[in-house]
């Protein structure tokens, strides 16, 4: 019965150093992960709530853009075809007219802007573009839509 009592004493002298170093290391590879997991996901949630945004954004100046063409298409053609072809341009909705744009994201974001393509005398091309910053880093979201001239081919 002594000498059992001798080899559990023997075999139950506890935690060692090693096993409490792995543990830890283990537990500190856990913590970096989880922190890490964590940040990616708050950082994709941003963007995609930045993104989401932008494209509200997009979509917003195309309807202001539609109000304006479907007053006289002609008209429009004859304005964007002078002013937005090689420039960029936004609609001042103030007044609802187009108007050449200048981009300053530290001032506006998202900031959305559009560039146009005649296509032929009843169809214009559309091309939206929305800028955002987050931090240092700027995105952008495309959007492109053709216009025609639906009240002459009644």
Do not use: H
């Not at 059992?4 to 004493?9: P, V």
């Not at 949630?45 to 917003?60: D, H, P």
């Not at 103030?94 to 393509?117: E, G, H, M, Q, R």
């Amino acid at each position: 019965m002594v000498e059992l009592q001798k080899k559990i004493k023997l075999n139950n002298q506890g935690i060692g150093l090693i096993e409490t170093i792995l543990a830890v290391f283990f537990s500190i590879f856990l913590i970096i992960a989880l922190v890490t997991l964590t940040n990616f996901n708050i950082r994709n949630s941003t963007l995609v709530s930045e993104n989401q945004r932008a494209i509200n954004s997009a979509n917003k100046l195309v309807e202001q853009v539609r109000v304006i063409k479907d007053v006289n298409f002609i008209t429009f053609v004859t304005k964007v075809s002078a002013d937005c072809v090689n420039n960029i341009c936004t609609v001042d909705s103030s007044n609802n007219s187009i108007v050449p744009a200048t981009v300053d994201l530290d001032s506006v974001s998202p900031y959305s802007y559009f560039k146009v393509a005649k296509i032929s005398d009843d169809e214009i091309r559309v091309d939206v573009t929305t800028l955002w910053k987050i931090g240092s880093k700027t995105f952008s979201s495309p959007l492109s839509t053709i216009f025609t001239n639906w009240r002459a081919k009644n």
